[in-house]
């Protein structure tokens, strides 16, 4: 009997010391968080590790006298972010400063991390205007790497689940797949089995070119082209865990993969119109020869390196064809032909003599008013006549290539018409009747001295001055001049 009662004491002292070691499910601690400094309206709470869950958290809603949120956070939690549903705080872990599984004060700091506001976090209530700083983050002990993604043997987007680095030296990761079958690969990194304690992704260049590893970035993907064996090293002898800068990582192949074969070289010969007094080609896609307008045309030819998208053709005078991008790059020339009117047509063989038709042109009278000093006419879509105020009418018409889309009457002197598009291009002639606010007529007779249309066609003379009475002479001499201003 003496035994058995000694077994039970002895069975009670250790549950009790059990009972006194364990944490008992449901056990939480306070914390008292102020968002006053960010302007919050509302606040949750979200916490992973023991009794996790789902973002953004669970809503606090309690407030003390002082105006402090207060919320229960379940004992062993592994960290929490604070946030309103649209922004957030950086994570309360231990690296960040925060206390966990004791009662603290949390601060959220309008002072931001990556988009992320930080805190700061005390272990005693703070005095009314008592100022606490952030704690500068300290980087985590690298307990050990993994390669996480799809596609490659092992490996899984389940940090902890993928595949470990070998850790060959400080700072340096590496971990080797072998017979990859050609495909597509994707990858990132994760240490200590989660996502927060180190994140890196990146953009791949090329198999074995060191390549920035980005912090919490987007996926690495790369392309393998034949079967090989990959080798993937993270580099974090240079990595700043404060500015989350200097990482690199790399991709290897264990066979050479195929170099994009240059791009040949293709001989664009321009046939362009008689009047265009010079001929450039500008391409795009890359600009091989340089910005706009390009190189200029010397001998009918010019050779340009045969990657771009597509060409243009023009005369830097505002006259050009619209983007040529139907040239078949694999040839080694390809003849342009351009008509006045700016369309073109492509040949891979030499046309011979071929002479673009040429675009008639139409006589444009100009009747403006007397107040205005000088006269102007400018074409567009294109510019048959130069960049804008255009050409100068000396004695009161121009002839035009008759293939704009419209043209505008201006004095270069802050007077204009609107644009003029209605006007009948098979015409030989047209007459542009312009009144002191910039209101036009078109008509296609000439009119007459008051303005008014005459019923033929013929040339109206106005008799303008009587100069002068010949002395001795017994005549008067009239100046006479056709109406064509």
């Keep these: 009997m ?10 009670a002292l250790c549950l009790s010391v059990f009972a006194a070691g364990a944490v008992a499910a449901g056990e939480t601690y306070t914390i008292h968080i102020d968002v006053s400094e ?45 946030n309103n549903g649209s922004t957030q705080t950086i994570d309360l872990n231990t690296n960040n400063g925060m206390l966990l599984d004791q009662e603290c004060w949390i601060i959220v700091k309008e002072e931001q991390d990556g988009g992320k506001h930080k805190f700061a976090c005390s272990a005693t209530k703070p005095a009314e205007g008592e100022e606490i700083k952030p704690v500068d983050p300290t980087a985590p002990a690298i307990e050990y790497m993994e390669v996480v993604g799809s596609g490659l043997e092992g490996i899984t987007w389940t940090p902890g689940s993928s595949v470990r680095m070998e850790n060959p030296s400080d700072g340096i990761f590496t971990a080797t797949f072998t017979s990859v079958p050609a495909g597509d690969y994707v990858i990132k990194f994760a240490a200590n089995g989660n996502w927060s304690d180190y994140n890196f992704g990146g953009t791949f260049a090329a198999f074995g070119e060191a390549t920035d590893a980005a912090w919490n970035s ?68 890359p600009e091989q020869n340089g910005t706009w307008p390009g190189t200029k045309v010397e001998n009918g030819v010019i050779a340009v390196t045969a990657n771009f998208e597509g060409l243009i053709v023009n005369n830097n005078s505002g006259n050009q064809t619209a983007n040529i991008t139907t040239i078949d790059l694999t040839k080694t020339d390809v003849w342009v032909v351009v008509a006045a009117d700016c369309s073109y047509t492509l040949h891979y063989e030499d046309p011979g003599d071929v002479t673009p038709d040429p675009v008639a042109n139409i006589r444009v009278h100009v009747i403006a008013p007397e107040s205005w000093a000088e006269v102007y006419v400018y074409t567009f879509n294109p510019q048959n006549n130069g960049n804008w105020p255009g050409t100068k009418v000396e004695f009161g018409y121009l002839d035009i290539p008759a ?23 098979t015409a030989e002639e047209v007459w542009i009747t312009v009144a002191e606010d910039g209101s036009y007529t078109i008509s296609y007779k000439a009119p007459d001295a008051g303005g008014n249309q005459p019923d033929t066609g013929d040339t109206t003379i106005i008799v303008s001055t009587l100069l002068a009475l010949l002395a001795g002479a017994g005549m008067v001499t009239v100046i006479a001049r056709k109406k064509e201003l």
């Design 403 to 425: 293939n704009f889309e419209g043209l505008i009457v201006n004095n270069n002197n802050g007077t204009q018409t609107a644009d003029i598009k209605d006007i009948d291009l």
């Design 218 to 285: 987007s996926d690495i993907t790369f392309t393998v082209a034949e079967t090989c064996d990959i080798t993937i090293t993270l580099d974090l002898t240079g990595f700043d865990y404060t500015s989350k800068t200097g990482a690199k990582f790399t991709v290897a192949s264990g066979v050479a993969q195929p170099e994009p074969e240059p791009a040949g070289t293709i001989n664009v010969h321009v046939i362009a119109p008689a009047e265009w007094v010079e001929v450039y080609v500008y391409t795009f896609n």
């Design 38 to 82: 960010v302007g919050w309206e509302n606040l949750n709470v979200y916490y992973w590790g023991a009794g996790s869950c789902s973002w953004p958290g669970d809503a606090a809603t309690e407030k003390d006298s002082d105006g402090w949120y207060t919320f229960e956070v379940p004992v062993g939690a592994q960290g929490l972010v604070l």
């Design 2 to 11: 003496k035994k058995l009662l000694v077994a039970i004491l002895a069975l």
